[in-house]
């Protein structure tokens, strides 16, 4: 990518019923396709848009969960492909009869699928998930260099570091925000942290939450697109609804990391004093 050239990147904002897989797959066919037709390259989709997110249990997970080569993989496979985009979302992986994890997939139109296994996970999920292990990967895609993680997995500043380390321009991060309080008008602080985060690593971010009660749970409903400065170019409101989030991302502002003349992002670290 040169540096005149800008990527279009979606978040598509919906809300996914638990243990409906066919509505769910219907859906983020819809919103994929919604998000290709207005000229998105990069289509981001909530956390575990596949099977919801609300379990009552691990068994309950089992029962909804894919393998790699499950019928939604297939489908965003063939999506990515027809369509000419890269296709994120979160889905309930199976990893054995007894295991189930929360990941997230990465799907590019030449057919290779890179999938994350959330390694930071939050309150209930301890219950039903096995916990990831690995770094978030960054895929070179022919769109520029894109890592992922999962919802939980921003609020660990050394985690998000890793990616932008390794040369991320952008970070896509499925998420499920549940809705919670704040003093009175304050937004919900996990959108700040994503400013935060993309500021403090000169690093385009795009969250994609979900919306839509679920098992008496609501949710931030709080995507949005940040630039390397850690403004928002789409979102930065809360909105209860569906909704389709667009921004065009410079991102060769991302492999720039001075922030003054004598001021560099990474290279100002000191890890020998932390």
């Keep these: 990518m040169t540096a005149t050239q800008h990527l279009k990147v979606a978040c598509q904002q919906v809300a996914p019923r638990v243990g409906e897989l066919d509505y ?24 575990l848009v596949q099977s ?16 790699l080569d499950g019928p939604t993989l297939s489908l965003w496979k063939t999506l990515a492909a027809e369509l000419q985009v890269v ?3 979160g889905f309930c992986e199976r990893l054995n009869a007894e295991e189930v994890a929360n990941s997230a997939a990465l799907v590019e139109p030449e ?30 895609t022919r769109f520029g260099a894109i890592a992922l993680m999962i919802c939980y997995d921003l609020e660990f500043p050394e985690w998000v570091r890793l990616p932008a380390l390794a040369g991320a321009a952008l970070l896509c991060a499925p998420v499920n925000w549940p809705d919670g309080p704040r003093p009175a008008g304050e937004r919900p602080a996990e959108m700040v942290r994503v ?12 969250a994609c939450d979900r919306c839509g009660d679920e098992r008496g749970v609501g949710w931030v409903g709080g995507s949005l697109i940040v630039d390397a400065d850690g403004y928002p170019l789409a979102g930065g409101a809360r909105n209860p609804g569906e909704q389709l989030l667009l921004a065009e991302l410079p991102l060769a502002d991302a492999r720039h990391k001075h922030i003054s003349e004598h001021n560099h992002v990474h290279r100002d670290r000191r890890p020998a004093l932390y």
């Design 24 to 47: 769910n797959r219907g859906l983020a066919q819809r919103a994929i396709r919604e998000a290709a037709a207005r000229g998105a390259q990069v289509i981001v989709l909530p956390e």
């Design 52 to 67: 919801g997110y609300m379990f009552h249990d691990r068994q309950e997970a089992l029962a909804l969960a894919e393998d």
């Design 87 to 89: 296709i994120v979302g």
């Design 111 to 140: 057919g290779r699928v890179t999938v994350y296994r959330k390694a930071h996970l939050w309150d209930r999920e301890n219950l039903v998930f096995t916990v990831g292990d690995q770094p978030p990967p960054v895929v070179e």
């Design 195 to 206: 400013q935060a985060n993309a500021a403090v690593n000169r690093m385009f971010i795009a």
